[in-house]
């Protein structure tokens, strides 16, 4: 018999105790996606925008790990992994599953939680006007809970927990995950300043929401209704610990890839200057310290973010902080910032971007797009960029500059919600139009990742609320199950677009672009042919073969080789024997 450690009777016993808003009765459920081809009723707020905000938090009820509450609202689900970390002795039961596999990704989780939370600040009525507010707080906690839990002692934060088999490759139901996993921490000795920068401005970030403390609230709603004192204060000291760690750690400040390899190819970091940044911007929100503001301009300078002030995603955070600078000091005179500063740094970015400028472009049918950030998981930067827009169009200096950011902004969404060549709303399950394979272990019911494509026809579970990757620059889409860089889902996909439908929710009575699209749309559409990415090369120019023909051709082309040079041998040999060289007579 196991002897179980006590901190898992406890965390059982904690877990029915610890109060949190009380969930509807009865429970919120997506609608099936025949019903989001027909407008909706209207009236404020509007019903298809509230019912969007409530698919897309669904999605994170999906992605859960551990033993799943009696409010589980996922049908197809099951408990899972309820012993992780016991053999290390961290309980580490519990949060998401980062995409369509099985890790628990701290790096990228931290990013999510934070951009929920800073939009849930920010946009906060959207959450309660469309009824979702519960759900809310029951999706954070389920993310800070596992992420306290992931950071036992001031410096010891678990980074990762990865597949147990070896290549990853594990592609099944939540039954049979292989276990126990590798654990893998960063300590003082062995830090990583990115991961523990991003886990403070995460717990930070959080922190403000649950105490309610609002940038200028005339240009913002209220943060969402969940205000929590003691929970904001447990956050707080969470955030304050790993902004320590992450600045002062013994071993100095490196990358977390730098002390666990292993990270390195699946959310490896490029820089932690960004996230030095964040943490001490939400920080001095937090505090009002003015010494912790000051830090955040000292490393935007030090670690040069202006250059790389790009795109904005779960690796690099840089194009947010000018937004989030401007709302600091709008919202607290007292930290010695100049609010002028960082409007003109946000704003020459944000005119780059709407005036098709740089650094992204638009694409010929209307994705903002990033060569080399978009080329996998398209829809992503895109959907960050108008998530920035729309929070800095109430500070922006002209109203001209707010219509632009507002317009640009709205295209996007429109954009990802169907109004494109494919006629695809890019959310599962919100019309009949949504994709159908979304790269999912466990709503494909697949159990064999050779058959990825084939078995079953039709994945087993509608997947709903999930943002898949995105379309090709050229706007194709194939809805291929392997295909992961157009059809993968991922907590951070889903990130903005809660934020985007949360504003919308608050100040659009028009539908959401998808109850336009009629069933069938995108089926006369379709491409032909194969994609060319990172996942399937058959459809490239000049790579027109697929793998295997690829290698007969090369085999052919050896053997073919290999004769032309026998013969030109042969030949030469022919050309030189003695006779040729006249010597044969002599001889
Ligand atoms: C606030 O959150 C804490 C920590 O989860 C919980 O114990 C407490 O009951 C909550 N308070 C309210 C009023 O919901
Ligand atoms: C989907 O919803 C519509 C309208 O609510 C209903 O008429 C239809 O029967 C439902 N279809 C399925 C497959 O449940
Ligand atoms: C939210 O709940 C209230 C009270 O039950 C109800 O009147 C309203 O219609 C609901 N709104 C939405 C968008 O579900
Ligand atoms: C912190 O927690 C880790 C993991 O449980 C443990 O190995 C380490 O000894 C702890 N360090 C301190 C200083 O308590
Ligand atoms: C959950 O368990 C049921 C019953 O065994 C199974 O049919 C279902 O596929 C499981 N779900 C997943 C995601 O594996
Ligand atoms: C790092 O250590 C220095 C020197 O002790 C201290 O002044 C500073 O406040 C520390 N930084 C953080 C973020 O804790
Ligand atoms: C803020 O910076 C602007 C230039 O960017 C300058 O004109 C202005 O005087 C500064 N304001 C304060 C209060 O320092």
Sequence with gaps: MRVIPVFFTLHAVAALVSAQLALPIPPFLPANASSGAEPSAGGYPNPAWANLLGDLIYFYDEQRSGTLPSTNRVPWRNDSLILEGLDVGIDLTGGFYDAGDFSKDTFPLSFVL???????TDFGKGYDLANQTAYLDDTLRWGLDWLIKAHPNATTLVVMVASADKDGSYWGGDRSIPSPRPVFTITNDNPGTDAAAGAAAAFAACSNLYANRAFDN?????????KNDSYASTL?????TLYTFAAN?????????????????????SGYGDELAMAALFLAQATGSPATYQEAESYWTKYD?????RVFNWDSKTPGLPVLFAQVNQANSG???NLTTWMAVAESYFDDIVNNKGPGFTTGDGLLFFDGDSDDASLNPALNTAMLLERYVPIASTPEKQVAYQTFAKSQVDYALGKNTMSVPYIVGVNP?????????????????????TVPAQEAYVLYGAVVGGPDKRGRFFDIRSDWPQTEVALDYNAPMLTLAAMHTIGDTKDPYFTALKEGAYAQVKPKGQPCDAAIRDGCQGHRLSKKATIAMAIVLAVVGLVVVGLSAWYLALLFRPAHLGLSKAG
């Design 236 to 240: 707080l000291s969470h955030a304050q």
């Design 114 to 120: 934070m951009s929920l939370c800073w939009g849930a």
């Design 249 to 269: 750690a013994t071993g100095g400040r490196k990358t977390y890839q730098t002390s666990v390899p292993q990270a390195a190819s699946i959310y490896g970091s």
């Design 433 to 453: 139009n949504s994709p159908q394979n979304p790269h999912s272990a466990m709503a494909s019911g697949g159990i064999n990742v050779d058959e990825i494509d």
């Design 335 to 337: 930290l010695g910032g």
């Design 305 to 309: 973010l202006a250059s790389s002030n």
């Design 218 to 226: 005339k240009a913002y709603s209220a943060p969402a209704s969940l």
